[in-house]
């Protein structure tokens, strides 16, 4: 049986956003399956307005996040995101735009996710906006994502809010204190994978997967 990587996210979590050369090596090992699976961690309750403080320690973050992975977080990110006080740090809308893709064009749910991540990060884009989500989605193809991401119907909201639910029980099974999250299921049993592993040597991880250890 093939063995799935369950990849429990926020799309706001920069963390997250450093996982993605991994998460791209993982996706692409033959014999494995990754299912992206959103936490809603920093939405609803999760969510919360942008103030100095929290600014400062985001970009703080970032930049730790930036050496260990390589991954770039621009100036622009920092003056039009992190200095905006009108954009909250929610990512509600973001997690439904992913599940408006996974809905229609379940295969692009990964390149929708480091398209979000890259339009905040790198352009600096208010990707708490349907517009700005819309726009990227319609990049990348899938017409029908983007008309339920703009007239969300109960079959979306639902879908939306069982992934969540999902998310949230494997990470409490697992005993998972945050994100990114990689389980990988193989035969019925699950493993949680350290993060660390998955930083530092993602290619390692995918012949160690590979090799059944």
Not at 66 to 71: E, I
Not at 96 to 108: H, I, S
Not at 147 to 154: C, E, K, S, V, Y
Request: one cysteine or more; glycine letters at 8%; charged letters at 15%.
């Amino acid at each position: 049986m093939t063995p799935t990587l369950h990849y429990i996210f926020d799309p706001l979590c920069g963390w997250c956003y450093g996982a993605g050369p991994a998460l791209a090596a993982l996706a692409a090992a033959p014999g494995l399956t990754v299912r992206l699976q959103p936490s809603g961690l920093f939405s609803e309750g999760g969510a919360r307005p942008m103030d100095d403080d929290f600014a400062a320690y985001a970009w703080s973050n970032d930049q730790r996040i930036a050496h260990l992975t390589g991954q770039p977080f621009s100036e622009r990110y920092r003056d039009q995101v992190l200095a905006n006080r009108q954009q909250r740090f929610d990512s509600g809308p973001a997690t439904l735009a992913l599940t408006a893709v996974a809905l229609t064009a379940p295969q692009r749910e990964a390149d929708a996710l480091k398209a979000i991540q890259q339009a905040r990060y790198v352009e600096g884009r208010d990707i708490t906006d349907i517009d700005t989500l819309a726009a990227i989605l319609a990049s990348l193809g899938p017409d029908d994502a983007v008309a339920h991401l703009r007239q969300p119907d109960i079959a979306l909201l639902t879908a939306n809010q069982q992934r969540l639910t999902q998310a949230q029980a494997m990470m409490r099974q697992a005993g998972a204190g945050g994100v990114p999250t990689f389980i990988l299921e193989r035969d019925g049993q699950r493993q949680m994978l350290h993060s660390s592993a998955v930083f530092a040597n993602p290619q390692a991880l995918v012949a160690q997967i590979a090799s059944g250890g």
